[in-house]
């Protein structure tokens, strides 16, 4: 702090301070905690509001575990029906796809990464990185429609693989992956990004010599990535994974856009919740279910890439 007032002055440094503290206690802390108090409460008419049914009790967090469905699932060729609550599966599902989603992003990521940081001529560099950043500047509503208009059953990528005779009939390329491939495809291309700079970041700062005293030691591809370059670059990949598993996780519009009719994303549900049913005292509770979800996922990569707050905000 005396550092920032020696360097800045004491105008610039209270300014700043306020404006750091008024957006945290303004637009984060404060409406974060009335939607967590109202995730206990019932939902109520108006006029029985503050009323004697108006109390606290955990039942919008336990609806989770309610309506119970049989789902039908294929085992060992044969189908099993087992009753589980549907929101909690539909929960369970979000987490699965957004971890797989992470892990795609990763290892498409990884290599443009290193390619862009220790191979490409420098030269060459701002217009790659120009390419790069050039899909930010559309909306994420329009790079999502595209993607609906690109994997639609008639669309270009069926137009195109029927006149190469690839196929023969139009496929429903949103149907795969029990009907997550649509959402998958838009998740990784529309937040493939947020993995990339980061770990790019982080390997430009790795000095070239150790790569290359790695190889006159003789080490290969697989052990010169594994003992030199991954480990000096958990920080970007830490902070790569956490924002594109909770940027999947918490997403709406990829999953209303490109959904088949078998998916269904949390987000979704919670949406359902506050603007169909306007039981706003449910939906919260859900989202902080996700909330506490997310916040365990990036306590859990932090301890697997032993790295700490401060790394992963560089």
Known sequence: MSELFRRYGSGITYTAIGLTAFWLLVLVILPYAGLFEQSFRPYLPVTEINGPNDHYFLNNYLVLFSNAQ?????????????????????????????CLATLLVLLICYPIAYCLAKVMPQSLLPTYLLLLVIPLWVSELMRSFSWYIIL??????????????????????????????????GLVYTYILFMLFPMYNAMTSLDSNQIEAAEDLGAGIFRKHWRVIMPHCKPGIASGCVTVFMLSASSLL?????????????????????????????????????????????????????????????
């Not at 789902?71 to 189908?79: D, K, Y």
Request: neutral net charge; hydrophobic residues 50%.
């Open 70 to 98: 049989d789902m039908t699932f294929g085992i060992g060729g044969a189908e099993v029906t087992i009753p589980l609550p549907i929101h909690l599966w539909v929960f369970f599902i979000t987490i699965v796809y957004s």
């Open 152 to 185: 639609s059953l008639k669309g270009p990528l069926t137009i195109v693989l029927q006149s190469l005779g690839i196929i023969t009939d139009p496929i429903h390329w949103t149907w795969g992956m029990n009907g997550y491939s649509g959402i998958m495809i």
């Open 254 to 314: 990829v999953p209303s856009l490109l959904a088949s009719p078998k998916s269904r994303w949390f987000t979704e549900v919670i949406q359902q919740w506050m603007f169909e049913t306007h039981d706003w005292n449910a939906g919260a509770a859900y989202a902080f279910i996700l909330l506490f979800t997310c916040t365990a996922f990036v306590t859990i990569m932090m301890r697997v890439f032993k790295v700490g707050f401060a790394d992963i905000a560089k």
